[in-house]
């Protein structure tokens, strides 16, 4: 069983940054492929970032592209997501995912997760 807690969300203008966490209890969360994913009011649950175990291959959703990055710190347990040049449309409730993988696969599919944290509001005023 993992336990994943999002922090980081908050109030931003455009144009601004917020970097989102994801801390993990397990210590064996090294072996788990992590991802981000939003949802806002009234509509479905996106992908935004994903990342291997290993931290080696990762994936962005069309609309961050070029401006978000997501990266793993497998000693403090820890996953980030780095969001850039924000925009009124990124506005979301931001969740982490975590899946056990025996490779070192990328998972794009909210699907594919079968933990999840809490959530986290992030909101980017125009």
């Known amino acids: 069983q993992v336990q994943l807690v999002e922090s980081g969300g908050g109030l931003v203008q455009a144009g601004g940054s ?6 993990a209890s397990d210590r064996t969360s090294s ?43 497998n000693a403090k347990n820890t996953v980030h997501l780095q969001m850039n040049s924000l925009k009124p449309e990124d506005t979301a409730v931001y969740y982490c995912a ?16 079968n933990y999840w944290g809490q959530g986290t509001q992030v909101t980017v005023s125009s």
């Open 18 to 23: 917020l970097r989102l966490s994801c801390a």
């Open 31 to 73: 072996r788990y492929a992590m991802g981000w994913f939003r949802q806002a009011p009234g509509k479905e649950r996106d992908f935004v970032a994903a990342t291997s175990w290993s931290g080696g291959s990762t994936s962005y959703g069309d609309s961050v592209k070029g401006r978000f990055t997501i990266s793993r710190d």
């Open 98 to 113: 975590a899946v056990r993988t025996y490779l070192s696969l990328v998972k794009t599919a909210a699907n594919d997760y």
